[in-house]
């Protein structure tokens, strides 16, 4: 990508927890994908209580008219307070480790008997074996099983002992709209309950995150602060339906304009659709399946698009005998520089606009072959497991 800034996993919050008296300070460490950014500081005293009132102390004037409506006014429907206070009981704060030491995330309710979505790199987060804890407002913290996960789109289902949950909605992540409002929920650096709000910034934003294990994600991007812990909460839109999950932000390069920390307005979620297709599939089956059009790509490549490999190289064929592209005519060297009408970059471009389909999806491809000559074909996609 063209991008200067570095993409990366939302590492998950550090503990201590949150309900001290005491001061709390608390410290982010974002790795990107092009170098280390250390994380700022922040202290704050959360729960400064105001001076007790004596018994001699007058009562304040009780309000009255206007002021009085206002003060017992219930927040409008459609409004973020209104929504604030629909969505908090289903987003949960997840720990990972004892007491969390492994670090925390997010997650929220998708299913009332006991389902949670979250990201793979917050579960993944495990450095012990020790298992994962799921906190909702208002609850125990209980413990929870990993159902499944994909490091592919970054999910994971976690699976709680209760039945009384309220699940969040997911939108039509096709229907998405640049500029339209949005609220993301979950615990930033271990606060749990948060709510920020911004609007969408760009869609179908082709975003590569993590390092030993690669995400691909045709993201929304938002200017919603997202911060480390956000990681699994969902990004909403004004009706409480989930838009997308929270999962990346981008970072300046180390050094670059001093090093910027935390969140500079460039978060990425994973399209509700994405998101809610593999979590079925994790719930269903414990696995999830990734399209694919049957070619082996030519890393080494770096001109534009992404070319099938000329020849057999490390026992790879190019094109993979009775797979979809075979069965289209695809040809070893040809370059992929379009689907579907979006012209592809390089080699993760084209993985990031195959993982954002579904299994038996039909896509068109533009292939350019050696001497610039440019032909259509149309591949339906087969499973990963085919």
Do not use: C, W
Not at 197 to 215: F, H, L, Q, T, Y
Not at 283 to 301: A, C, F, R, W
């Amino acid at each position: 990508m063209s991008d200067p800034t570095a993409t990366s996993y939302l590492p998950p919050a550090r503990p201590p927890r949150r309900r001290s008296s005491a001061p709390l300070v608390l410290a982010a460490l974002v790795a990107g994908l092009v170098g280390g950014l250390g994380g700022g500081v922040l202290a704050e005293n959360l729960t400064e209580r105001p001076p007790a009132r004596s018994e001699e102390t007058s009562p304040a004037p009780a309000a009255s008219g206007a002021a009085a409506e206002l003060v017992s006014a219930a927040p409008a429907a459609g409004s973020i307070p209104a929504l604030s206070r629909s969505v908090l009981p289903s987003v949960a704060l997840i720990s990972v480790g004892p007491g969390g030491r492994d670090g925390q995330g997010s997650g929220f309710v998708v299913r009332a008997d006991g389902y949670l979505l979250t990201n793979h790199h917050v579960v993944a987060a495990s450095t012990t074996g020790d298992g994962v804890t799921v906190e909702l407002p208002g609850r125990e913290p209980v413990p929870a099983e990993v159902v499944g996960s994909d490091p592919v789109y970054d999910i994971a289902v976690l699976k709680v002992d209760l039945d009384d949950l309220a699940a969040l909605p997911f939108a039509d992540s096709a229907a998405v709209q640049v500029g339209q409002t949005v609220v993301a929920v979950g615990a930033p650096l271990g606060l749990d309950s948060t709510v920020t709000s911004g609007i969408v910034s760009a869609v179908d934003r082709p975003v590569v995150a993590g390092d030993e294990e690669v995400s691909y994600i045709n993201a929304i991007q938002t200017d919603a602060a997202i911060n480390p812990g956000n990681s699994g909460g969902p990004l909403l839109d004004l009706a409480g339906r989930v838009v997308g999950v929270n999962s990346a932000i981008a970072q300046m390069p180390t050094g670059a304009l001093g090093g910027p920390r935390g969140s500079i307005g460039l978060g990425f979620a994973i399209p509700a659709e994405q998101a809610e297709r593999t979590a079925t599939q994790l719930i269903e089956t414990g696995s999830s399946e990734h399209p694919v059009m049957g070619v082996h790509i030519d890393l080494q490549y770096t001109g534009d698009g992404a070319r099938v490999l000329g020849e057999e190289r490390d026992g790879a064929a190019p094109v993979i005998p009775g797979g979809p592209a075979a069965e289209a005519g695809v040809l070893p060297g040809e370059v992929i520089v379009e689907v579907d009408g979006t012209r592809i970059t390089d080699a993760q471009h084209l993985l990031v606009e195959l993982r954002s389909r579904a299994v038996g999806d039909e896509v068109e491809l533009v292939l350019r072959d050696e001497d610039g000559g440019l032909r259509t074909v149309r591949i339906v996609l087969a499973g990963s497991g085919d």
